[in-house]
């Protein structure tokens, strides 16, 4: 009787602790209720008897219930005595990623050994307006050679025109830079270059600051003077401010950026608001670039050297935007690398003798060069009356089936078919797989002997390369001028078929 009294007394008192302080009247009534029944039947001693064991329960209930506060308070204490077992994967998490993304961002590739990774495969997009190639009233493939020049190159009213746009960069920008001093080359024909014109340019607007003026204007704004120790970085800082201030207020349209190579630029609109031309007019804006100082140094001298030599070089250059093989972006060789195969060319053929001197017999070109030595030669004019029609179809067989690019570096300053020199860096072209490579062009500068201007090339830019040079020797002068310079297109995507 006494075991059930007790065990009786200890359902309820584990009743009462679970269901807490009653919530309401009820409850408690009922609570009371159960007590009274269970304690009236009763005689003292079993009701003692009854107490003492539910005191004796909550006893040892209550023993339980330290015992296992003060084991959680214990653990507490020693994680707070060492933080190493504090439990925080979250931070820990968080600085592992920050750290990884530094390691990232701060690696650095070795510049110059391997080619840059294949860009995504070109695919054709609709277009508004086709680009079709150029029609000729002539039929013979050499009086189609000096018609399409009438149409390509620059012109007096081209000039004058790109001196106007240089004008109007200078008065935008000389409220953030008064120092400033812009120049502007054009290598084209304005009206007439529309294949690719967005893509590559005829027109060069270039702003020469000193950086130390360029530094005290723009470095104060963004607050960061150790810039002024990295010249490429200064160059982006100042292009973007100059553009931002053309955009807003010279009225020039962005059209995108080109930040990646050695001389970061951008390419803007002159729309035809400006009443220069009919149609807007697409430029290469950059600071303190000396590219286009070159390739407008040497396509002028090469005119006065050779007049066929500056009508081919124009030619070629035409062609390999045509046929988009000459957009840097893309990996291709830029329009002042194509001048440059062009010009060696010329100085190494064989049979009607060469058409152009070394770089150091150049009188204006050769004051640009970094180490300029007493080597210039002695040099006749080639006396062949070869045309320059012919003279494309002789560049195009050359570079397509005569170089070989393994063992030969085009160097305008040596003028010679000879291995590259020691301080120009071998490029290698690693393909698709990336278990076999290839050597690729390898092209010096004329201005920087450590230079290979070949650098930029991939495996599919240099497939693409080999493609097109095979084709123009099969096509000339077999074909027409015209298929020759027939625009290309990127294979339709898939999805299109």
Same mark, same amino acid.
């Given at each position: 009787m006494a075991s059930s009294i007790q065990s009786t007394a200890s359902d309820l008192l584990s009743s009462m602790k679970l269901m807490g302080k009653p919530k309401d009247m009820t409850s408690v009534v009922l609570l009371m209720a159960a007590v009274v029944c269970i304690i009236v039947p009763l005689d003292i001693s079993q009701l003692v008897f009854a107490i003492a064991g539910a005191l004796g329960f909550s006893a040892i209930q209550m023993m339980h219930s330290k015992s296992r506060s003060a084991s959680t308070s214990s653990k507490k204490k020693v994680h707070l005595a060492n933080p190493k077992m504090v439990d925080t994967p979250d931070v820990n998490l968080v600085k592992k990623t920050q750290m990884s993304q530094k390691v990232n961002t701060t690696r650095k590739v070795p510049a110059q050994q391997h080619s840059r990774l294949p860009t995504q495969p070109d695919v054709r997009k609709p277009s508004s307006i086709p680009i079709s190639a150029p029609t000729f009233q002539s039929t013979e493939w050499s009086e189609q050679a000096t018609e399409l020049l009438g149409q390509i190159a620059p012109t007096v009213a081209d000039e004058q025109i790109v001196a106007r746009l240089a004008k109007r960069v200078e008065e935008a920008l000389k409220s953030i830079i008064p120092e400033v001093e812009v120049v502007g080359f054009a290598s084209g024909s304005l009206g007439r270059n529309k294949a690719f014109g967005v893509a590559v340019p005829e027109v060069d607007i270039v702003a020469n600051v000193n950086p130390v003026a360029l530094m005290r204007r723009l470095g104060s704004k963004t607050g960061n003077q150790t810039i002024a120790s990295d010249e490429h970085k200064l160059r982006k800082m100042a292009i973007r401010a100059c553009t931002d201030r053309l955009v807003a207020v010279g009225g020039f349209k962005f059209r995108?950026?080109?930040?990646?190579?050695?001389?970061?630029?951008?390419?803007?609109?002159?729309? =035809?608001?400006?009443?220069?031309?009919?149609?807007?007019?697409? $430029?290469?804006?950059?600071?303190?670039?000396?590219?286009?100082?070159?390739?407008? =140094?040497?396509?002028?001298?090469?005119?006065?050297?050779?007049?066929?030599?500056?009508?081919? $070089?124009?030619?070629?250059?035409?062609?390999?935007?045509?046929?988009?093989?000459?957009?840097?972006?893309?990996?291709?060789?830029?329009?002042?690398?194509?001048?440059?195969?062009? $010009?060696?060319?010329?100085?190494?053929?064989?049979?009607?003798?060469?058409?152009?001197?070394?770089?150091?017999?150049?009188?204006?070109?050769?004051?640009?060069?970094?180490?300029?030595?007493?080597?210039? !030669?002695?040099?006749?004019?080639?006396?062949?009356?070869?045309?320059?029609?012919?003279?494309? !179809?002789?560049?195009?067989?050359?570079?397509?089936?005569? $170089?070989?690019?393994? !063992?030969?570096?085009?160097?305008?300053?040596?003028?010679?078919?000879?291995?590259?020199?020691?301080?120009?860096?071998?490029?290698?072209?690693?393909?698709?797989?990336?278990?076999?490579?290839?050597?690729?062009?390898?092209?010096?500068?004329?201005?920087?002997?450590?230079?290979?201007?070949?650098?930029?090339?991939?495996?599919?830019?240099?497939?693409?390369?080999?493609?097109?040079?095979?084709?123009?020797? !099969?096509?000339?002068?077999?074909?027409?001028?015209?298929?020759?310079?027939?625009?290309?297109?990127?294979?339709?995507?898939?999805?299109?078929?």
């Open positions: 995108r950026s080109a930040f990646r190579g050695e001389e970061p630029k951008v390419t803007l609109l002159a729309p =035809a608001s400006f009443g220069l031309t009919s149609d807007a007019i697409p $430029i290469d804006f950059s600071v303190n670039a000396a590219v286009p100082m070159y390739n407008a =140094a040497l396509l002028t001298e090469c005119g006065q050297l050779e007049p066929r030599a500056k009508a081919l $070089i124009l030619l070629v250059k035409r062609w390999a935007k045509d046929r988009g093989i000459c957009h840097a972006a893309k990996g291709h060789l830029s329009p002042y690398t194509w001048g440059l195969l062009t $010009i060696f060319f010329l100085q190494v053929m064989d049979e009607e003798g060469p058409f152009l001197p070394k770089l150091s017999s150049f009188k204006l070109a050769s004051g640009l060069m970094k180490h300029h030595g007493n080597d210039a !030669t002695t040099w006749t004019r080639s006396s062949s009356p070869v045309s320059v029609g012919d003279l494309l !179809t002789k560049f195009m067989h050359f570079y397509s089936t005569e $170089i070989n690019w393994r !063992t030969e570096a085009v160097s305008i300053r040596t003028a010679t078919r000879d291995k590259p020199g020691l301080k120009l860096p071998i490029h290698v072209v690693l393909h698709g797989d990336n278990t076999t490579s290839e050597v690729g062009p390898s092209i010096e500068d004329p201005f920087n002997e450590a230079k290979n201007l070949g650098n930029v090339m991939n495996a599919a830019s240099l497939v693409r390369l080999r493609e097109e040079l095979l084709r123009a020797n !099969t096509l000339c002068p077999a074909g027409s001028l015209a298929e020759l310079l027939e625009p290309w297109a990127p294979p339709v995507a898939q999805d299109e078929e």
